[in-house]
């Protein structure tokens, strides 16, 4: 099937209540035919009741249901005749089969609409896949609604080479039908795949937090963006980022949102420290622009109300003095002079 493809609807086929009704009237005159039909004499009847009574169910697997939301890819003979959409009770060509590749596959997300049971064979890669084999007991309608994927968590490397580890929400929904399933071999499995790969080539274009000298937007200016203070701007790249990859195959990314973003345990102590030294600088830092003023002001005060005139070596063990009780870890533990003014 070529990559061009485009979906066709088919429409008004909402009339399988009354094949339904039919069939089930002919059937009940099949039966009366045959038994009847002897006692009347009449062979051709007989005849005819018993070929409907063999062949008359041929036209149920002509009939499907349909809930809002959910659409049928239909083909004949290997040939793309159209899909089913909206919901309502049809009959189409008994000899149309469904098709859907992905019908088997468990995403770790919401919206999959195939309840397993009893499955033969059970597959689950490190992506949350889950592939499992059922036969004829897997259901081959195709959800139109957004469902979301939430993948394992990703150890990523930063910008600056760290190891962060990465969660990502996407929320997503089919828009054409054709091209999910006859595009790609598994629209889930390559949605999900191409997800991974986003959220590896995003993040690397980051730090975790805000570094100097670095450009996140490709602009050749350094700017702040990091994973840790720029969460919206990731997100809407990599959001833009999957739908660049999945447009081909008829899906379409409507949201992604990180969901949990912090570094790998192997540095997760040492980045921790770091965070703490730098809280312990700008504290400090604090402390003292606030001590300076303070010793400034004393200083003024005293010069203003000629308390007490004070030499130059004075005024230093003064400074000297205030700084180390207003900077100290520890309250001061004050000495009176009784004796001279020095």
Known sequence: MSEDIREKEIQGHKNG?????????????????????????????????????????????????????????????????????????????????????????????????????????????????????????????????????????????DYLGNPVEIAVAVMWRVTDTAKAVFTVDNYKEYLSLQCDSAVRNVVKLYPYD????????????????????????????????????????????????????????EIAVSMLQRQQASAVVDARKLIVDGAVGMVEMALERLNEKQLVDLDDERKAAMVSNLLVVLCGNHDAQPIVNSGSLY
């Open 17 to 157: 209540m009354a094949v339904l009704l039919i069939s089930i009237l002919l059937y009940i005159a099949a039966i009366l035919g045959v038994i009847f039909g002897p006692i009347t004499g009449n062979g051709l009847i007989f005849v005819v009741s018993v070929i409907y009574m063999c062949v008359g169910w041929v036209f149920w697997p002509g009939l499907k249901v349909l809930k809002p939301g959910e659409a049928l890819v239909l083909t004949l003979f290997g040939k793309y005749t159209g899909t089913l959409k909206g919901d309502g009770f049809f009959f189409v060509n008994p000899f149309c089969a469904a098709v859907n590749p992905a019908a088997d596959t468990k995403l770790g997300q919401s919206g999959d609409i195939t309840e397993t049971k009893k499955p033969l064979i059970s597959l689950t890669s490190s992506n949350g896949i889950h592939a499992k084999s059922e036969g004829s007991l897997s259901s081959r309608k195709i959800s139109l609604k957004v469902m979301t994927l939430s993948n394992s968590k990703q150890k990523v490397n």
């Open 210 to 265: 805000v570094t100097d000298n670095v450009d996140t937007t490709g602009d050749g200016v350094a700017d702040d963006g990091s994973l840790r203070g720029s969460t919206e701007v990731v997100a809407k790249r990599i959001k833009d980022e999957i739908q660049s990859k999945v447009e081909n195959a008829g899906l379409e990314i409507v949201d992604a949102r990180i969901t949990y973003l912090a570094y790998a345990p």
